[in-house]
């Protein structure tokens, strides 16, 4: 099984739509978690970390269950703009992050 | 922002050829940077962790002495691919967390390589 698990998509919505990802993690000694945005060919860039009551920046919530192991990512209103590849990160210990193959979001008029 | 810069940008190289990478950190100093690999529609695979003043620790598969690090000082580590071939063509990325910022990653843009 792999460490970090996220369905690749592509996830196609049109706009306006509210759309959400899940992503699992094996390691249970898991330490923090986050949600990276990467657009095609560009390096990854932090969306939000993830924390265990849940958060949320503008129309982004992100949501941790520790006893299930996975954490998800909500996108309401969703724009043209969100089109990208969203990476699920778990560090495991020493801060070592580890990737999700990633879920492919693609928002269209 | 933290900001990690990476040089080259791209680079097209024969093979048998070795190539140096090089991921700074510009404004703030890194005794940690990691090293990534991504293939297309692949996710970022850690190759290894570069340790300032000491050896970087690699991921199991990943070849030590193929993909050699450096991390010479608190701002910069070097990665180089030795006789590289055309299945070293990727996307390579470093990344660096910014002390007292929790433990979040600042990315450098990426270099991409391709072997001929």
């Known amino acids: 099984r792999k460490e970090v698990e996220q369905d690749p998509g592509p996830f196609n919505v049109p706009e306006g739509a509210t759309v959400a990802f899940n992503c699992t993690y094996s390691n249970s000694a898991s330490q923090s978690f986050f949600w990276y945005r990467q657009d095609c060919r560009k390096e990854p860039k932090l969306l939000m970390s993830v924390y265990s009551s849940g958060n949320e920046d503008g129309r982004f919530t992100a949501q941790l269950n520790r006893a299930s192991q996975y954490i998800s990512l909500l996108i309401r209103d969703s724009k043209l703009s969100d089109s990208a590849t969203y990476l699920c990160?778990?560090?495991?210990?020493?801060?070592?992050?580890?990737f999700g193959r990633g879920t492919s979001l693609i928002v269209h008029p | 922002g933290a900001v990690v810069s990476q040089h080259p940008s791209w680079v097209i190289c024969k093979s048998g050829t070795s190539v140096k990478i090089e991921c700074r950190s510009l404004d703030f100093q890194a005794t940690t940077m990691f090293w990534y690999r991504q293939f297309p529609k692949q996710s970022l695979m850690l190759m290894a962790t570069?340790?300032?003043?000491?050896?970087?620790?690699?991921e199991q598969g990943v070849e030590k002495d193929k993909f050699l690090i450096n991390h010479a000082s608190l701002t910069l580590s070097t990665l180089t691919v030795t006789s590289a071939h055309p299945e070293d063509s990727s996307f390579y990325i470093c990344?660096?967390?910014?002390?007292?910022?929790?433990?979040?990653?600042?990315f450098g843009p990426g270099t991409r390589l391709t072997v001929l």
């Open positions: 990344s660096a967390p910014p002390p007292l910022q929790g433990d979040e990653q600042f």
């Open positions: 990160v778990v560090n495991r210990g020493s801060y070592i992050p580890t």
């Open positions: 570069s340790n300032e003043g000491s050896k970087a620790t690699y």
